[in-house]
């Protein structure tokens, strides 16, 4: 008997936008995503958005942009530290820029198949280092780790309240952990490639 591969990623289509806002709102709140953000990145030529399936169904999505060093405060936001100085000095950086996987699909390796289609992404596209601000929540814990350290990435400078100045939102984010305003921070994450 031949044995079926279960799990798949691809690019995102337009049908699916709905699946990815759906998971979005759940793992990473309400106002993180719309579906503009969606819509846009299908037709962007710097941002791509893969999607993976289990079994033929929705899992999970990671978005992400490709930029030059004078978009870093625009995209990054980092305050300035030796990541920075680094980053400023490459021609084309990646960024890992939101992953999530439907909470029941979670821990299958969805998270690791969605990161590997993005990195073989990224090196299709030519960048030079790839990077993710990744979210540690109030209880310190940083869901994307174990991925991102897999992936080869070291972790760099933590910036408190991050989410409410990344999400255009009254009042602040409206976090899945600890409400609003977030009081999550990011961590940065980052390797050469
Ligand atoms: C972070 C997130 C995307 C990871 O997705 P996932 O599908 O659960 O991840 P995976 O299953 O691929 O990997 C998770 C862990 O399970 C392990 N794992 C994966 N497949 C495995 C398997 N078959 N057997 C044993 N362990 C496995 C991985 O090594 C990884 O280890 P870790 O605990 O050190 O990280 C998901 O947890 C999520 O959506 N969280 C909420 C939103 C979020 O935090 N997004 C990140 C924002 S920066």
Redesign the pocket.
Known sequence: MKCRRLIFSRNLAANEIQNALD?SKS??GDDYLTEKNFLETINSQSAFCKV?TYNRQF??F?MCQVFGPEKIDEVLRLPDSPEKKDLLSKGKIGLLD??????D???????????EACLKEFEARGVDTVC????K?TGGE??????L??MGMKSGPEIPGYWNYMVDSPGGHDCPVCGRPCKCS?VFYGRDV
């Open positions: 998971v793992e990473l993976v899992a999970g990671a939101s992953i999530a996987v439907r909470k699909m979670q821990n299958n390796g969805m998270g690791i198949e969605l990161s993710a601000m990744a979210w929540n940083i869901n994307i780790e174990g991925i350290r897999r990011a």
